[in-house]
DNA sequence: CTAGGAGCTAGAGCGCTGTCTAGGTCAAGC
DNA sequence: GCTTGACCTAGACAGCGCTCTAGCTCCTAG
């Protein structure tokens, strides 16, 4: 907070793009509208930068802008709406915790194909073709 | 594989809508290109609906269409291109367990908000004015 | 014989999330 | 004075993954 970072810094400390911070902003997805210098340059604070990171996170996990724009318009509007807000964060929460299962399944699947395909080539090193070529479907309907 | 499945029950048993399941099939998603009737209506097999489902898990864990149409396309090659297959299947499997890590990165971050706001909203329930106004920001600031 | 419903193709359109361009300002350094 | 580089705005464009429309063919039931 000492001095402000420009949006350059800010860039280079949140992996977000020049372009997708002045996005972000027209999207209202900043606590502040962001204070300018005289000259028009954005200044970012530390604050700012720590609502960025989080907005990294709820982006990650598949919050879309408009649910965050929701989001930060309550936190906007002050003290009075925390049920509202913590009602928001628990169906993230929720939706969260849904796509880690599902991931988790998605894996199973995949590192048992792996595991499969890791034996095949084990076993047939030299020739690949240890499956006669008509049984290719059998073979990939695992 | 007795009778051959329409598109509409194919759609109905993997969840994807028709359109879905011709849009993919012109991206080439498909094994085989789909035997039709006499008077051009696709037959589906059970195999199909095998591969469809895989690919829908290939999708939901965030392989793009191009990554799954190079696997069918080495599938349909035939046997031979083994390494490549496991190749493809390792590096989506490594980026999945890289998403798993993210995003329980991100659920750790929310919950820890969600227990915040919890505790706040049990201590406070009459007044919910707890905090001063002016430090909603440390408030958010997380 | 007619209406519905399911299917077909080709291709346009859309929602989301950025990314990039054009055209400009400003400050510092050579 | 001139260049360079970071920044500004407004708005066009892009990529992905569908989704929908128009206009058609069939088949089946009433």
Redesign the pocket.
């Known amino acids: 907070m000492a001095e402000g970072l ?4 800010v ?1 280079e400390r949140t992996g ?9 902003e ?1 999207e209202g997805i900043l606590a502040d509208p962001v204070r ?1 210098e ?5 200044v970012y604070s530390e604050d700012d930068v720590d609502w960025l990171d989080m907005c990294i996170k709820f ?1 990650s996990s598949g ?4 649910t965050i724009r929701r989001y930060t318009d309550l936190v906007k509007q002050g003290p009075g709406n925390e049920q509202e807000r913590l009602a928001l964060l628990k169906s993230h929460q929720e939706s969260v915790v849904a796509q880690l299962e599902e991931l988790t399944e998605c894996l199973r699947v995949i590192t048992y194909k792996v595991d499969i395909y890791t034996e095949h080539l084990e076993r047939g090193t030299a020739e690949c073709l240890w499956v006669a070529p008509s049984t290719v479907s059998q073979d990939e309907a695992v």
């Open positions: 420009s949006i350059g810094q860039s977000l793009s020049v372009h997708a911070l002045r996005f972000y027209r300018r005289s000259n028009g340059r954005r982006r919050m879309p802008l408009d």
